[in-house]
């Protein structure tokens, strides 16, 4: 675990369950700066590792979702590590600057995930390290065209910013949402790559007026009203990639063999995820938000689980959670908080048609008597 961030005790800062602050005093306000790329997010507690060695693109490519073999020199992608069942173990943030590939990760995988990384490298010209005490990252909505409020590392000559590729359907990619007002496009969400002995200095700026800061449920607010998956967040030990919609920026349909693609593939083809994602509208007249694991219930029954809640700037209570394929969209759902049921409305992410794209006909029984048509 990161040591705790110089930001923490910057004025008005509340910790969070790690080393950042959750919030600077003003809820509102900090998300609107954010909205505006006018504010960054310490995201210090979080991990990094480095894969270095020529390698090391090839080796991720065959060992992850996307297509990283020809990632080019400051590009930015996103990949899953899955069981062999397609159950997702990892979700890695990646970019590449030519002479290393930098991994941006969960505090809670860092350790296992570059401990696995290592244990694969066999033969290969591929070296491992988890370098998270030696790097940070700040996050920051970044609108097109426009400078990153703090300057990047560049130890090879190439920034280090990380594009959220959530933005747009990534080639090879598949998106189940409907096209027609996904939230994506306004979240244009960066990761700014640091030594982590420039916190100090963020933090002195920050003090000083020069830098406005937001705290972490700002970027939280933000990501579930966007739909996008966080690893933290919505995935537990049955998630594949299906039901979050994350086929859309972290897995390539068409790229080589990898572990767990024969449960992308049939999924994605022939079946239907047995979960999907939603955003729930939640009733704001308690002032109660769910936390993550609160059951979502319908006539009585549980039929799904809270990943994600907060309070958005705009739309008031809003989570995002994983329920039944088969839930009807328009059935009527309730949260329970703390003995209270909160009123929910959701809104569809994932469809309950999600999947069975190839449209297979199908087939009669072996020995069925087939009749002639009238």
């Given at each position: 675990m990161p040591d705790i961030s110089p930001l923490l005790a910057l004025p008005g800062?509340?910790?969070?369950?790690?080393?950042?602050?959750?919030?600077?005093?003003?809820?509102v306000a900090e998300q609107r700066m954010l909205a505006a790329g006018r504010a960054i997010v310490d995201l210090s507690d979080r991990g990094v590792i480095t894969v270095t060695g020529p390698d090391r693109l090839t080796w991720l490519d065959s060992l992850t979702s996307q297509s990283l073999a020809t990632l080019d020199a400051g590009q930015s992608a996103e990949t899953l590590l899955l069981d062999p069942n397609g159950r997702l173990e990892h979700s890695i943030r990646i970019i590449d600057d030519g002479v290393?590939?930098?991994?941006?990760?969960?505090?809670?995988?860092?350790?296992?995930?570059?401990?696995?990384?290592?244990?694969?490298?066999?033969?290969?010209?591929?070296?491992?390290?988890?370098?998270?005490q030696q790097w940070a990252t700040l996050g920051q909505l970044l609108p097109v065209g426009s400078p990153p409020l703090v300057e990047p590392a560049a130890p090879n000559?190439?920034?280090?910013?990380w594009h959220d590729p959530w933005s747009a359907v990534q080639v090879g990619g598949w998106q189940y949402a409907a096209e027609d007002g996904h939230p994506a496009a306004e979240f244009p969400a960066v990761e700014?790559?640091?030594?982590?002995?420039?916190?100090?200095e963020v933090g002195v700026a920050a003090r000083a007026g020069e830098l406005p800061v937001a705290g972490a449920l700002a970027?939280?607010?933000?990501?579930?009203?966007?739909?996008?998956?966080r690893f933290g967040g919505e995935v537990?030990?049955?998630?594949?990639?299906?039901?979050?919609?994350?086929?859309?920026?972290?897995?390539?349909?068409?790229?080589?063999?990898?572990?767990?693609?024969?449960?992308?593939?049939?999924?994605?083809?022939?079946?239907?995820?047995?979960?999907?994602?939603?955003?729930?509208?939640?009733?704001?007249?308690?002032?109660?938000l769910p936390g993550h694991g609160a059951p979502v219930l319908h006539e009585g029954a549980a039929v799904g689980t809270i990943t994600s809640s907060a309070r958005h700037h705009e739309l008031g209570p809003i989570a995002l959670a994983v329920v039944k394929r088969s839930l009807d969209p328009a059935a009527a759902l309730v949260v329970e908080v703390d003995g209270v049921a909160i009123a929910a409305a959701q809104q569809v992410?994932?469809?309950?048609d999600a999947g069975a794209t190839a449209g297979v006909p199908r087939l009669p029984r072996l020995g069925a008597v087939q009749r002639p048509q009238a």
């Amino acid at each position: 675990m990161p040591d705790i961030s110089p930001l923490l005790a910057l004025p008005g800062a509340v910790a969070g369950a790690g080393t950042t602050a959750d919030h600077y005093g003003d809820l509102v306000a900090e998300q609107r700066m954010l909205a505006a790329g006018r504010a960054i997010v310490d995201l210090s507690d979080r991990g990094v590792i480095t894969v270095t060695g020529p390698d090391r693109l090839t080796w991720l490519d065959s060992l992850t979702s996307q297509s990283l073999a020809t990632l080019d020199a400051g590009q930015s992608a996103e990949t899953l590590l899955l069981d062999p069942n397609g159950r997702l173990e990892h979700s890695i943030r990646i970019i590449d600057d030519g002479v290393t590939a930098w991994l941006l990760v969960e505090a809670s995988q860092t350790a296992a995930l570059a401990a696995w990384l290592d244990r694969m490298r066999f033969m290969l010209r591929v070296e491992v390290a988890d370098v998270s005490q030696q790097w940070a990252t700040l996050g920051q909505l970044l609108p097109v065209g426009s400078p990153p409020l703090v300057e990047p590392a560049a130890p090879n000559g190439v920034p280090l910013v990380w594009h959220d590729p959530w933005s747009a359907v990534q080639v090879g990619g598949w998106q189940y949402a409907a096209e027609d007002g996904h939230p994506a496009a306004e979240f244009p969400a960066v990761e700014i790559l640091v030594e982590r002995d420039r916190l100090a200095e963020v933090g002195v700026a920050a003090r000083a007026g020069e830098l406005p800061v937001a705290g972490a449920l700002a970027l939280e607010a933000l990501r579930i009203a966007a739909w996008r998956p966080r690893f933290g967040g919505e995935v537990d030990d049955r998630t594949i990639p299906h039901e979050l919609d994350w086929l859309r920026s972290a897995v390539h349909l068409s790229k080589g063999c990898y572990r767990g693609q024969e449960t992308v593939a049939k999924v994605h083809n022939l079946g239907h995820p047995p979960r999907r994602l939603v955003m729930l509208h939640l009733d704001g007249s308690d002032a109660l938000l769910p936390g993550h694991g609160a059951p979502v219930l319908h006539e009585g029954a549980a039929v799904g689980t809270i990943t994600s809640s907060a309070r958005h700037h705009e739309l008031g209570p809003i989570a995002l959670a994983v329920v039944k394929r088969s839930l009807d969209p328009a059935a009527a759902l309730v949260v329970e908080v703390d003995g209270v049921a909160i009123a929910a409305a959701q809104q569809v992410i994932v469809p309950t048609d999600a999947g069975a794209t190839a449209g297979v006909p199908r087939l009669p029984r072996l020995g069925a008597v087939q009749r002639p048509q009238a």
